[in-house]
Nanobody
Framework: VQLVESGGGLVQPGGSLRLSCAAS????????MRWHRQAPGKERELVAV????????TYADSVKGRFTISRDNAKNTVYLQMNSLKPEDTAVYYC?????????WGQGTQVTVSS
């Protein structure tokens, strides 16, 4: 299983970024996908979850209405569209999946929201 995130960077408050996570090594369309994030000095927290068919989606309260998780099963990719970014969204963002009872993580992508 391999998960590779991309799309992070430096953005001003109020700006947008779109993160991507390319998956391989498992039947992507059969598994739910998640985005977590970890800010400096804080624990890793769940940001959003999408099930295999994209009909069940859950968000952390802190990002509801601003972030959108989606997936393209034909491209084995999950996305996180982040709008109206705030300085408190600064963190390393990780996609992850639980495959055959084991959780796999990507290497993470840094998102910094600052003026």
């Amino acid at each position: 299983v391999q998960l590779v995130e991309s799309g992070g960077g430096l953005v001003q408050p109020g700006g947008s970024l779109r993160l991507s996570c390319a998956a391989s090594g498992f039947t992507f369309s059969s598994y739910g996908m998640r985005w977590h994030r970890q800010a400096p000095g804080k624990e890793r927290e769940l940001v959003a979850v999408v099930n295999s068919g994209s009909d069940t989606i859950t968000y952390a309260d802190s990002v509801k209405g601003r972030f959108t998780i989606s997936r393209d099963n034909a491209k084995n990719t999950v996305y996180l569209q982040m709008n109206s970014l705030k300085p408190e969204d600064t963190a390393v963002y990780y996609c992850n999946a639980i495959v055959r009872l084991r959780r796999y993580w990507g290497q993470g992508t840094q998102v910094t929201v600052s003026s």
